[in-house]
């Protein structure tokens, strides 16, 4: 299959193109490789997509997607590429607006003039924003987004909705819960606090530790992406988690376990644009796309520190040359 993936050299683009490079999928990877956090990770996981054609650009450019998509004639667009994170939204929320709904808006219009090819789109458990009743349903009623990225996320939803109603692109939205794993971007929580503890300086401790939120290992969302991919009809809403909740005050005390550190907290009050729970409701999925999450926490925070540890943690990332066109 011809698949072209936006956003393809960060933390679950990567993982995701070398699923489907290993199953043997033609790739074409558009990243624009901007500075949120060091662009040279994502050089180097673009690096290491052998086989995928890589494209530097940026998805608000109307002339480039077109160019791409007459070239490349993807049977499956996956859009991965955001402007991501909850408090960096509150910030800048102009930006965020650009980005997630006018980009994603412009991939619409590439869709709207290629028939029949499936569009993917990578939304977010913060669209449930502060709701009361838990586990998180696709079918709950959505009207309080407490973020500007989570209010660009289901802006992004309801805009797919109307062109798959208006042109029948085949379109799946995908809610993910706290991605994590292995290239991880440095600012999420489990890579900073995983770097604070090995330094022994304290972590950002927000609240009274009770907040709780449903950890997914990338793995687990990269295979649930892979089926959406390959099950893409009509217009779905699937939510993507292991579909447990882990508080801050569990988090942490796992981390330093599995660190072999005692973490040193720095309390501070609850942060503008957080939820107090995220927890999913996967049945849909489970039903519809024979998702099957089957990676702990524990596991996956133990994944992550052999991968930090070998890398990050060892030394500062290589800038790779890599084919980009």
């Not at 924003?129 to 709950?140: L, M, S």
Request: aromatic share 10%.
């Amino acid at each position: 299959m011809r698949i072209l993936v936006t956003g393809g050299a960060g933390f679950i683009g990567s993982h995701l193109c070398e699923r489907l490079l290993a199953r043997g999928d033609e790739l074409l990877v558009v990243d624009n490789f901007n500075d949120f956090y060091d662009p040279a990770i994502k050089r180097a996981n673009a690096a290491a997509l052998v086989g995928a054609r890589i494209v530097e650009g940026d998805i608000r450019d109307a002339d480039l997607v077109g160019k791409l998509f007459e070239e490349f004639r993807p049977e499956t667009l996956v859009h991965l590429a955001a402007m991501a994170g909850v408090r960096p939204s509150v910030e800048d929320p102009l930006l965020y607006q650009d980005v997630n709904v006018r980009g994603t808006m412009v991939l619409l219009e590439a869709l709207r003039a290629a028939p029949g090819t499936r569009f993917v789109f990578a939304s977010s458990s913060s669209v449930y924003g502060g709701n009361e009743k838990v586990p998180f349903c696709e079918a709950d009623e959505l009207h309080r987004p407490v973020s500007p990225y989570a209010a660009t996320k289901r802006a992004g939803e309801l805009i797919a909705y109307s062109y798959h109603h208006l042109f029948d692109i085949p379109t799946t939205c995908l809610r993910f819960f706290t991605v994590f794993g292995p290239r991880q971007r440095p600012e999420m929580a489990i890579h900073k606090f995983v770097a604070l503890v090995l330094k022994g300086e304290p972590i950002p401790f927000f609240g009274d530790g009770d907040s709780r939120r449903d950890y997914t290992y990338v793995d687990d969302i990269v295979a649930g992406v892979v089926a959406a991919i390959d099950h893409c009809a009509g217009y779905g809403i699937y939510n993507l988690g292991e579909s447990q909740t882990t508080s801050l005050a569990e988090l942490v005390q796992m981390i330093g376990e599995v660190c072999g550190r005692e973490p040193v907290l720095d309390r501070q009050p609850n942060q503008p644009g957080d939820v107090p729970v995220t927890f999913a409701d996967i049945s849909r999925a489970q039903a519809e796309l024979d998702y099957r999450p089957s990676t702990t926490v524990r596991a996956g925070l133990e994944s992550f520190l052999a991968w930090y540890l070998d890398g990050p943690g060892a030394a500062p990332p290589a800038a790779e040359d890599v084919p980009i066109v």
